[in-house]
């Protein structure tokens, strides 16, 4: 079964601290991997996509990376607006192209 | 331009009534996709739209929920004789290249 896994659950940094979020997935054929991030009361917003292994992408203070089994996002020297929950989600070969498995989400935040 | 517009932001009703929730995707998208959000759950795929094409109706949890999607643009999602297990905030969202969605704020609703 396909599956998407998130951890930590909730994260707590102090502003500067950088760290990482986890996305542990299986899947029988990936046909891609997504971040967004979601503010409370409001729908996810669209960060990333990431195709293969071995691909990163960057925007502002975040950076995704993608091996076979897993993501991560890194995030560089956060601010207290980089608080949200960060949700993971990919898309298989054996379901259509709008079918997303998310995972449940790191819930990241920052103090100053 | 706007985004993607969900219609009511809530709604209460009582267990048995039916339902429809509205989505207005973002003009020149193809895709359209909905998802429910329960508390302490990921994202959950109900259905999904592409152009022409035959909608993906596999996420839908029972023959109680249908959706449509009138000349390629607003879509509704009826929720027949809803019950207390129906309460979710439920989420649209369209895309132009798939899969970077867009989603809506959604729908909050509750069954009482």
């Known amino acids: 079964e396909d599956q998407v896994t998130q951890s930590p659950e909730a994260l707590r940094l102090q502003e500067g601290e950088s760290s990482s979020l986890n996305c542990s997935y299986t899947?029988?054929?990936?046909?891609?991997l997504f971040w967004y991030r979601q503010d409370p009361g409001k729908g996810p917003e669209f960060l990333f996509t990431?195709?293969?292994a071995g691909e990163e992408k960057e925007k502002e203070r975040l950076k995704a990376t993608l091996t076979k089994k897993e993501s991560f996002l890194h995030i560089t020297a956060p601010k207290p607006e980089d608080s949200a929950t960060y949700l993971c989600?990919?898309?298989?070969?054996?379901?259509?192209?709008?079918?997303?498995?998310f995972g449940k989400g790191t819930k990241l935040s920052v103090k100053p | 331009g706007a985004g993607v517009s969900q219609s009511p932001s809530n709604k209460v009703t009582e267990k048995g009534k039916d339902v429809e929730l509205r989505c207005d995707p973002i003009?020149?998208?193809?895709?359209l996709y909905w998802y429910r959000q329960s508390l302490g759950q990921g994202l959950e795929f109900l259905i999904y739209?592409?152009?022409?094409?035959?909608?993906?109706k596999s996420g839908l949890p029972s023959d109680r929920f249908s959706a449509e999607r009138t000349g390629g643009s607003v879509s509704t999602l009826t929720i027949q004789r809803t019950q207390q297990e129906d309460s979710a905030v439920y989420l649209c969202?369209?895309?132009?290249?798939?899969?970077?969605?867009?989603f809506g704020q959604g729908t909050r609703l509750t069954v009482v």
């Open positions: 739209f592409q152009g022409n094409s035959a909608p993906d």
């Open positions: 003009s020149g998208h193809t895709a």
């Open positions: 989600a990919v898309s298989n070969y054996g379901g259509s192209q709008g079918n997303l498995i």
């Open positions: 899947v029988s054929g990936l046909r891609g």
């Open positions: 969202a369209s895309s132009l290249i798939l899969p970077e969605a867009f």
């Open positions: 990431l195709y293969s």
